[in-house]
């Protein structure tokens, strides 16, 4: 909850101005992979606006737009996906996650090469059967004249 007279937006807005790591040594590996995905997702999405800047809109050949946008996003993305990380109650979600995934019961590779072959072969068969009563049905209302 938050403080009493406090807004919670400004504890976020004090959280991005701060350049230390909550919890350095916990739930690293969530953390590494969440921070991956979305560095992944705002490179992707500066690398298509800057797409967008120099296919959709006649700048001339001033390249600072083309570039230059796209990249100052990149780089105020980066921070604030690396203070979203850090943030406190999302940070702790990921350590409790990481923590979770530890008393998982992972199959063996044998036993998870078996289930996704049950998985691919039950898709198959649905489709096929899908298929199957697609023709039949069209067959069907082609014969008595309802569609041509």
């Known amino acids: 909850m938050a403080r009493e007279g406090s807004f919670a937006g400004l504890d976020f807005g004090r959280e991005l101005l701060r350049a ?22 705002l490179a992707v ?10 296919g959709g809109v006649n700048w001339g050949e001033s390249w600072q737009v083309y570039y ?5 996003i990149l780089v105020l993305g980066l921070w604030v996906c690396f203070r979203v990380n850090n943030y406190p109650k999302f940070a702790d979600f990921l350590i409790s996650v990481e923590g979770e995934m ?3 019961s992972w199959p063996t590779w044998p036993v998870l090469v078996r289930s996704s072959g049950v998985v691919v072969l039950l898709i198959f068969f649905l489709a096929f059967s899908l298929f199957a009563f697609d023709i039949f049905w069209r067959s069907f209302f082609e014969f008595i004249g309802v569609v041509i």
């Open 68 to 72: 230059g946008i796209p990249l100052a």
């Open 102 to 104: 530890h008393k998982v």
């Open 20 to 41: 230390d790591t909550y919890k350095p040594s916990q739930g690293q590996v969530a953390r590494k992979i969440t921070l991956t995905s979305l560095v992944v997702v």
């Open 45 to 54: 999405g500066c690398w298509r606006l800057s797409e967008y800047l120099r």
